[in-house]
């Protein structure tokens, strides 16, 4: 098994909706996005033998773990603002998952959406640009399955171990919240904010960039694909400036369409932002 350009961990997950369900989660989009900017991609995950993603993750290399069920959500949209429940949970990613050659993937997305990993798994890839996408540390759900924010009590070291940091507005709110104040200790951190665009945390300073306008059918994976887009080009040009741009320019283009089919690829984001200059 070769070095992968671009490794991402997490579970996939079955998205529902009214007529059945659509595959998503982090590591999908994430996986994808890498791959349509031109990146050799690994994915670790887990998931029931309900999923069959060989199909979907043409020229991605897939470690998966077979598990009892896939990890299945339900969101719902009202008025721009997500509600989520969670209706199955798949088994845990261990480091044993990981591949070695695996270990020394140059970028490694650390993508949770369910608590699915410890965050010491960061430690596999000590030379490793890594991101992460903490959501899944930073929820919790009840006996309905509704989720909830929740604080990260392990975040402090966790963050500061961390090469970029990326997190929804949403991802701050209730409990959560207090992770806004621990983003200082992260090298780079990134707060995405919808149709207002994201703000770059950066030595103690903030950059707000404006989103690209665009005609909004489906939010959901939005901000994975902002992050993949992101990390994939932070590594190509070392810009955290011009790294955000193209990650605004690929969300704006992904909310235009419907599930896996919205990452996009780098002729349709360097045209965006050839727009929008």
Excluded at 162 to 188: H, K, P, Y
Excluded at 243 to 262: D, E, P, Q
């Amino acid at each position: 098994m070769g070095r992968p350009d671009f490794l991402v961990i997490g579970h996939v997950a079955k998205d529902l909706t009214n007529g059945g369900y659509r595959l998503g989660g982090t590591a999908l989009y994430s996986a994808l996005t890498a791959r349509n900017l031109g990146r050799s991609v690994g994915m670790i995950t887990c998931a029931g033998a309900d999923v069959d993603l060989s199909q979907l993750l043409e020229d991605v290399e897939v470690v998966c773990r077979p598990s009892p069920v896939t990890t299945t959500f339900r969101n719902v949209y009202q008025q721009g603002r997500r509600r989520q429940y969670i209706h199955a949970v798949a088994d845990r990613i261990d480091a044993k998952s990981v591949p070695s050659r695996w270990r020394e993937a140059p970028i490694v997305h650390l993508g949770p959406i369910a608590g699915e990993f410890d965050p010491d798994l960061m430690s596999l890839f000590p030379s490793s640009f890594v991101g992460l996408t903490p959501q899944g540390w930073l929820r919790r759900w009840d006996e309905q399955g509704r989720v909830s924010p929740c604080r990260w009590l392990d975040s402090r070291g966790f963050l500061s171990r961390a090469d970029a940091v990326i997190v929804s507005q949403e991802d701050l709110e209730g409990e959560a919240g207090t992770l806004r104040s621990q983003l200082r200790l992260s090298r780079l951190a990134v707060v995405t904010e919808g149709p207002e665009g994201a703000t770059l945390h950066l030595q103690g300073k903030g950059y707000h960039c404006p989103a690209v306008e665009s005609k909004a059918v489906d939010a959901t994976g939005a901000g994975d694909i902002f992050a993949a887009a992101f990390l994939v080009r932070l590594a190509e040009t070392d810009d955290p400036h011009e790294a955000m741009r193209f990650a605004t320019a690929a969300a704006s283009i992904s909310v235009t369409k419907v599930g896996i089919a919205s990452a996009p690829g780098r002729g349709e984001i360097e045209d965006v932002m050839r727009h929008a200059a």
